[in-house]
Structure formats: C-alpha cells, structure tokens
Nanobody
Framework: QMQLTESGGGSVQAGGSLRLSCEFS????????MGWFRQASGKEREGVAG????????DYADAVKGRFTVSRDNARNMVYLEMNSLKPEDTAIYYC???????????????????WGQGTQVTVSS
C-alpha cells in the first residue's frame, strides 16, 4: 500500500516559481516511476512530468518543457517539481502519482499510474 503526500502548492503571479514536493512510502524497490499530473477546472487530467526512480530518466509534457524540472531524492523517498516561468494556464490541482513495474523502455508518463496523492492547488495570476 503506497502513500503519497504532496506539498508546496500556492498562489503566484505569472513569471514566478513554485516547488512541489511529494513524499512517498510503502515501496522500497527501484522499479517505480513517479509522475506529476494536473487537472484544471473543466479539463481532463494531463501528465506534466515524470521520473524513473531507478534510472533517473525524465519525461515532460511539451507545454512545460524548459520551464519545469522533475527530480528525486531516493534517500528520502521524495520527488520534486520545480516550476519556473509560471503562466496562468498552469493553474490546476497538481497530483503526484506512482507507477510500479516501471523501467526505461517507455516514456515515463506512459506507464500506468496506480497510486495517487490528494493533490495540491497551484494558482497563477496574470
């Protein structure tokens, strides 16, 4: 039973930065991918960024490439999403998620994410 807890959301003006954190527990292997997803009001959930814990491979949605950076701290079971140059369209609830049995064969965000955190709100004002 995995548990994921996000933190670090908030409100920021366009052009600003935020860092989201996700602490995960309940799994000690390396065959796991951690992803960040978001869901804006009235829109479908979309993948934002992900990282393969075992190999460090990363994957990003086109909309955030060059602005967002996903990283991990394996010793602390933490994953981070550094968000820079934020835009109003980045406003959403951001979720941390885990995919077990993950590897480096496919793009990280394409794995099946079965475990989810409760989400944290990010609001970017213009």
């Amino acid at each position: 039973q995995m548990q994921l807890t996000e933190s670090g959301g908030g409100s920021v003006q366009a052009g600003g930065s935020l860092r989201l954190s996700c602490e995960f527990s309940g799994y000690t292997g390396s065959s796991i991918c951690m992803g960040w997803f978001r869901q804006a009001s009235g829109k479908e959930r979309e993948g934002v960024a992900g990282i393969y814990i075992g190999g460090g491979n990363t994957d990003y949605a086109d909309a955030v490439k060059g602005r967002f950076t996903v990283s991990r701290d394996n010793a602390r079971n933490m994953v981070y999403l550094e968000m820079n140059s934020l835009k109003p369209e980045d406003t959403a609830i951001y979720y941390c998620a885990a995919a077990l049995g993950c590897g480096d064969r496919f793009p990280v965000l394409q794995y099946a994410y079965s475990w989810w955190g409760q989400g944290t709100q990010v609001t970017v004002s213009s």
